[in-house]
């Protein structure tokens, strides 16, 4: 009988301690491909658990875009500079809502009536009080 | 690639449940007034339950277990049993009980927790509660004061609601609470931004309209009253001013919830045993037909809009009511946004269109097409995990045609409440007035 896949793992801290070490790292399922991110147990897409550790490129795309506003800003959001939050869509597949770094007011409205949305981005690592994160930033070119 | 969503097969009830009893406390500010400062959660929750008992034609004994729903029993009431500590209030003692708690959306599953317990066959007659002070927290150590609680407060025990390996860390689906929908609907349906700000304060003016007339919300003085009283002459340029200010990207000071204090309840019963229950009683029992329910984590992009699209087809499948049956519509609006997403997605009102209904004031009680005829969380006040079970209070209400002033112009037979919170739990069910 072989091993189950199923361990008891510290992912959580894992993935902080990669980010430490400059590394963005999700799950990738290895019965279908999806990866997952940031990075659980099982494949939300094929309910596989047989999952190993990967290292994503960063690159992603921007579905939507919302500012901060006096509910949804913090004093220690003030060290992103100008952003916004949205759904972003990694290059490997997965969505999540993020931080994007990059957009203004009024870069949002060039956006909006511009090309439109998706824009590219890419993802950075950011340093938090007492650990670090992941946020991204809008590409030079967009 | 699209959000992943995965997707249940929902199947019909074993046996026919329907409501025959329901309860609910006036929406307030109990430490604010002397005569109902000190109010506990056993008399708040009591009184619901005994209000719905008596609704139903039923003693407690006929009872054979209760459901209790609390948002934040830790913080506000510091109890980590809560169903437990009020059990002997309301006639049930030693009778068994469990507490659930989804947030916002616990009067919701204060439903179906309920309708499930007796569609299985366990239990006959079942009591569902829930009670909240959303607007203070226990005093520690003294039997029955309360104080304030401060928005720090709230906003600190708010921020329990998200994940905390990932989603406070990465800072996004927190913070897309107030706005996601209203960016996803202005975007989908291709609205300008005075559109939007428009059809969001409309929300707000229709909802309080629906509050003035309706005693147990806790905001009734109308956006007409309080825009002339400020030298406007029209509504809407009130809504626009710096009196209603913005407070998140699209969402303005009168789309927030207005949390308060309240409970409420309801009976359930088999169907087929509701002569046995309602003795001399002769308002009609409502069927609950079915319910749907899904949930998005906040990292989740467009979590409500996600989870309310599959909640919403699986009611519809298992229920086979068409969109175009449902008569009145309720919506968890503790961000106004929700009432016309909802809305939207449940078909209720025509896709790319519901905006222009609300703006037009046909979502209002007296409307074509009525929304949160009770007023909804801005006016009737959201006393968290209380609010689902209070719009359930409204709805049999106006399906039994004793909603007073803010009684609909056609008698709903059909209903659709769905719920929303706990980042993010939806929770959506359909019920009906038996012929
Ligand atoms: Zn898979």
Redesign the interface.
Known sequence: MSESPIKLEKV?ET?YENLEKGKITGKRCKKCG?VEF?PVYAC??CGSWDMEWVEISGKGKL??????????MKPE?KDLGKFC?????IEE?A?????VRGISKKKRREILEGKG?PVNVHASIYQ?DG?K???FDLDEDQ | ????M?KTTVHPYSRSVSIIGVGCTPFMYTVDHPETNGLTEGEMYGYAALKAMEDAGVNPQDVDFYFHGEASPLNNSNYLTPNVQIANWFGMKGKASIHHSEACCTGYYAIEEAVNAVASGKYNCVLSGCVEFGDSVAVPDHPYKRSKISMEEFLRTTAWLYDR??TR?????L??I???AA??YK?TRGLTDQEMDDTLNWMCINNRKNASKNPLAIARTTYEEIAKEKGFDNVIDYMRSPYN?????F?RASGLELKCDGAAAVIVCATDMVDKYMGNKTHKPIEVLGVGAAACE??????EVNATIEAVRQVYEVTGVKPEEIDVFYANDFIITSHLVAAEIAGYLPYGEGWKYICEGRTAYDGDKPINTNGGRTSFGHAHAASGLADLYEAVHQMRGEAGEGQMKKIPKTAMLRGYGGAQNICTYIIRTEE
């Open positions: 959580v993935f999806t940031p939300n897409s579905h939507s875009m919302v500012m901060p506003a006096p509910l949804s959001y939050y949205g759904d972003v869509e597949g969505h999540l809502n993020a931080v949305l938090r650990y994160t992941v946020v | 690639m699209d959000v992943v995965n390996s990932y860390s990465l800072m996004g689906g913070n897309l107030y706005d996601d960016e996803w975007r200010p913005r407070m998140g990207d969402l906040a990292t989740t992009p467009h979590f």
